[in-house]
């Protein structure tokens, strides 16, 4: 649980807007008091911002699927359909993930939804709304044996804002 919040926390803090700067002092003193709720064992916990994924590094994938990167939005269809989708991504909603990559073999998971299943060394790269979803993803798909799985914490709400706001 701790590690959760550290990356989801941390994800904060290391995210920015165009400019690189935190979009307005209401923004800031809000996130600083996110930061201030969670108490951490610095002992046991630390930040992998290795495991997670910037605006930037996401949109530079481009909008084709590639053969062995996955971009996974664990968030409800009926969240897509009211929001959007990040382009390339395929929907695997977070309770459905551990039997998606567990149980389905290949062809299975290719009729479900669209794309070869994930291989044990493919870069899978999980996203939601805000970042706490495909927290819980990456932990699930790390404990099946995936090795290389990261995280854009921001999800849908920091995407929308800075496609919206024509963010490089």
């Known amino acids: 649980m701790y590690r959760n919040r550290l990356l989801y ?4 803090i290391r995210q920015n807007t165009c400019n690189g700067q935190i979009a307005s002092r ?3 003193n809000y996130r600083l008091q996110q930061l201030q709720k969670v108490q951490l064992n610095r002992m046991s916990v630390q ?3 290795s495991s997670l994924v910037s605006f930037g590094e996401l949109r530079k994938l481009g909008n084709k699927p590639s053969k062995d990167v996955y971009i996974i939005d664990v968030r409800e269809p009926t969240e897509l359909q009211e929001t959007g989708v990040i382009p390339s991504s395929i929907n695997i909603p977070l309770g459905e ?3 998606a990559l567990k149980d389905l073999n ?3 998971f290719r009729d479900k939804f669209g794309r070869d299943k994930p291989g ?3 870069l899978i790269i999980f996203s939601c709304l805000k970042g706490g979803r495909s927290t819980k993803a990456q932990e699930i798909s790390q404990k099946l ?3 290389k799985v990261s995280n854009f914490v921001g999800g849908w709400t920091e995407w929308a804002e800075k496609i919206k706001n024509k963010c490089p």
């Not at 926390?9 to 904060?12: A, S």
């Open 9 to 12: 926390l941390c994800n904060i």
């Open 26 to 28: 209401a923004d800031k």
């Open 47 to 49: 930040c992998n911002s």
């Open 97 to 99: 993930l551990e039997s």
């Open 106 to 108: 290949d062809g299975q």
């Open 120 to 122: 044990k060394q493919d």
């Open 145 to 147: 044996g995936y090795q």
